[in-house]
């Protein structure tokens, strides 16, 4: 009851922000144009925590780790590479960095080529375990991020400027077209972890015990995995990185709610995200005036509440 309870709770509280954070300025003369620009921003920010929420929660499962997020695979430091790269090989305006929606698909694919191309290699040993994986996934990423910092160094400054809004969360330069399209892959995404969540229940009681009662945990890790790199390259690409918000989101939602399955969680932390982001950016437009950006407080927040984790799970 209890849970059935906050769930309303957050549903009505996210219903609230986003018809607040829509309405805010809007008249009979303008409101035309007003929500042309809002709604796919509210949709985008929408997108954004439901994809980074819960990439974040079915993560931590096949990990069997709560304080572990996506992030740490290197997934957004690839995307960020990729764009510079095009940019450096391809000029700022090639075909391929201008229009929106081929941007993210070419970078979309170069992220599922590179998870398919690691997990090929990785699963093909008998004593692989995820931890190898975590570990690899630090290097790439640290490898990525010094290119990334290395090419931006080189390249014009002009060419500079049409690729630093996506290495940095924003949600004042949304694409309507690349939100309305990611409606597709996300929902789709969403629907497969729906399909797979009484497997990532069993597998939440740990590898040995899901392998005892019958679940092929490899296959599952590999499949799961594919649909995080996709739901990372959606929300990277609607908003950019952001690198605490899932692992803030799902502590939260597991401390709210005492419960396993992840059909409940996905939803319960999808809502907590949407709740949080939203009102997040409400914040920074209305009460900072712009002063700063969502990125620098989730960042603050959230590199607060993992040191937060880590000393909790010291002490205990």
Known sequence: MRDSLRVTLLIAGCLAIIAWFIGQGLTADNYQFFLSRRIPKVLAIILAAVAISASSLVFQTITNNRILTPSILGFDSLYLMVQVLMVVILGSTSFWVVHAMSNFMLSTAVMIGFSLLLFHFYFKRQDSNVFTLLLIGIVCGSLFSSVTGFLTMLVDPNEFASIQSSMFASFNNVNAKLVYWSLIPLSLCLAILFYYAPKLDVLWLGIDNATSLGVNTKQLTQRIMILITIMIAISTALVGPVL?????????????????????????????????????????????????????????????????????????
């Open 244 to 316: 605490f918000f899932g692992l803030i989101t799902v502590s939260l939602t597991r401390e709210m709610f005492n419960h396993y399955q992840h059909r409940f969680l996905i939803i319960a932390s999808s809502l907590l995200a949407v709740l949080l982001l939203v009102g997040g950016q409400w914040c920074v437009e209305k009460v900072l005036a712009f002063d700063t950006t969502i990125s620098v407080i989730i960042n603050l927040v959230g590199g607060s509440y993992f040191l937060f984790l880590l000393l909790r799970n010291r002490i205990n």
